[in-house]
């Protein structure tokens, strides 16, 4: 009965931290503009990826070296689709993501000449935090598969079963996702913020149900 009743699933809903272990995801390299403190752009940071469940969650973890007690407070949190994550912190409003959700709040951000410049791999993802509408840190990610979760999601590819992904992150894309995975972008959807709320009444944890 089992079978036959989920024979016909055609979509998973997946939270985007589910791909991507711990190790999977690093920080290699990260810079700071103007007197800027560097513990201070990491702190803000942090705590927002924390707060978010972001899959940067690990690496700003591993910083503050597990002591969630230092992070700060975080008010009117939003999920930009496909852009990254702003929220109130200190009363002062803080960006995190790509190049779009900067320019999208009118910030200066430096030309993509320069951005590029810096990186030395293609596989590398720039994400910016932003704090009282300056630019402060931009942070480059480099993202690995899983070879576990690689063997699932080709799995899914080979059925034609659709990924419902949910993310607060700009580096989560379909494309980002395919290339690193080497599945169809076909299969792949992001889910609006708006739709956050439903996905977590779905997916919540059940302590008991029938097997």
């Known amino acids: 009965s089992s079978a036959e009743e989920f024979a016909d699933t055609n979509s998973v809903l997946l939270n985007a ?7 999977s995801i690093s920080l290699v390299a990260f810079k700071i503009f103007g007197n800027k403190k560097p513990d201070e752009a990491i702190l803000y940071a942090g705590s ?11 690496i700003f973890y591993d910083i503050i070296g597990g002591k969630i007690s230092m992070l700060k407070k975080i008010e009117n949190f939003v999920y930009e689709d496909s852009m990254g994550m702003s929220a109130w912190i200190d009363n002062r409003r803080v960006l995190l993501g790509n190049r779009e959700l900067m320019k999208n709040h009118g910030i ?10 810096y990186i030395k791999n293609d596989s590398v993802k720039v994400v910016y935090l932003s704090i009282s509408c300056e ?9 690995k598969p899983s070879l576990e979760v ?5 799995m899914l590819d080979k059925n034609n079963i659709n990924i419902m992904l949910k993310t607060v992150d700009s580096v989560i894309t379909v494309s980002n996702i395919a290339e690193i995975f080497n599945i169809s972008p076909s299969i792949l959807k992001i889910l609006p ?5 439903e996905f977590d009444n779905s997916s919540i944890y059940k302590p008991k149900m029938e097997a």
């Open 17 to 23: 931290s589910d791909l991507f272990p711990v190790g």
């Open 150 to 154: 690689g063997d699932q999601l080709e």
């Open 135 to 143: 630019v402060v840190a931009v942070f480059h990610i480099e993202m």
């Open 48 to 58: 927002l990826c924390i707060h978010a469940n972001s899959v940067l969650s690990h």
């Open 193 to 197: 913020f708006r739709l956050h709320k």
């Open 108 to 117: 200066t951000i430096p030309s993509l000449t320069k951005e590029k410049k």
